[in-house]
């Protein structure tokens, strides 16, 4: 799995990092998405893919490897 995210597009709403805190992350002067890692351990993918469909944004794109 290969994550991209749109920093554009992000509106802020986080609910990303509730869903993935190792992998996700918020700007603290903005609260827009950053991302800690890009390439995630097997472990942490189902929830990546949760943050994906639940992003209001559709802000974060994944390849699949
Ligand atoms: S869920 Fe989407 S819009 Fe919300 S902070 Fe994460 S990337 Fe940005």
Redesign the pocket.
């Known amino acids: 799995m290969k994550i991209t ?1 749109d920093q554009d597009a ?8 509730l869903s993935s805190p190792k992998v ?1 992350d ?1 700007r603290d002067t903005d609260g827009i ?1 950053v991302l800690l890692q890009d390439s995630p351990e097997a472990v942490l993918q189902e929830n990546v893919h949760e ?1 994906a469909r639940i ?3 559709q ?2 794109e994944l390849t699949l490897s």
Do not use: D, T, Y
């Open positions: 995210i992000c509106i802020a709403s986080g609910q990303c990092v996700f918020q998405v943050a992003c209001p944004a802000a974060i």
